[in-house]
C-alpha cells in the first residue's frame, strides 16, 4: 500500500467527495467500502486518512511508542492517564464510500479545511492528507527546499 499523487477535488453540490481510483485501489481489498479520517495532529487544517486497517495499525504502533509496554494496562485502568492512541481515534470518523468512491466529507472537515473551492488530496505513501489548494501550495513550495536540501547532503556525505 502506498498512497501517492497530488489531485485537486471538488465537492458536489450535495457536499460529496470523490476519492479517486488510485487512492481506492491502494485500500486493503477486503476494506473498500469505508477509510478512515482523522484531524492532523499537529497541522491545523490538515486532515489524514487511512484504511481502517492501517489507522488501527498506526494506532497500535503509537501505543507501544508513546505508552510502552505497560501502557495499555494503564489507560485501561486510568481514566485520567493521557493516550495520544485514544486522543486520535476520539476524533476519527469512519467514512463510508459509494461504489463509484464518492464519500460525504463531515461538516467539521469541510470546515477545518475551508473547502469551498475544493479540497487537494496527497499521498503520503502509507496515509493521505487533505488540504486546502492555496495552503497546499504553500507547503509544496517549502517542501521543495527541504528535498532540494536533502539532496544536497546526500551529495555532501559522499563525498566525506
Known amino acids: 500500500m502506498a498512497f501517492r499523487s497530488e489531485i485537486l477535488i ?10 479517486p481510483a488510485a487512492f481506492r485501489d491502494e485500500l486493503p481489498a477486503d476494506d473498500r467500502g469505508a477509510f478512515v479520517l482523522y484531524h492532523s495532529p499537529n497541522v491545523s487544517g490538515v486532515v489524514n486518512g487511512n484504511s481502517r486497517m492501517g489507522f ?10 508513546a505508552l510502552g509496554p505497560k501502557g495499555s494496562l494503564k489507560v485501561a485502568l486510568d481514566d485520567e492517564a493521557f493516550d495520544p492512541a485514544g486522543y486520535l481515534s476520539a476524533g476519527a470518523r469512519t467514512i463510508a464510500m459509494e461504489p463509484d ?3 460525504s466529507m ?4 469541510v470546515e477545518a479545511l475551508d473547502a ?3 479540497v487537494m488530496l496527497v499521498g503520503k505513501v502509507e496515509k ?4 486546502n ?3 497546499w501550495q504553500a507547503r509544496r513550495a517549502a517542501e521543495r527546499e527541504k528535498m532540494a536540501a536533502f539532496v544536497r547532503n546526500l551529495s555532501a556525505g559522499g563525498d566525506a
Do not use: I, N, S
Open 56 to 65: 488501527d495499525a498506526m494506532l497500535e504502533r503509537l501505543r507501544a511508542e
Open 116 to 118: 469551498a473551492d475544493g
Open 106 to 109: 463531515p461538516a467539521e472537515f
Open 101 to 103: 468512491g464518492r464519500f
Open 10 to 19: 471538488k465537492l458536489d453540490k450535495k457536499g460529496r467527495v470523490l476519492l
Open 128 to 131: 493521505f492528507q487533505l488540504w
Open 133 to 135: 489548494p492555496a495552503r
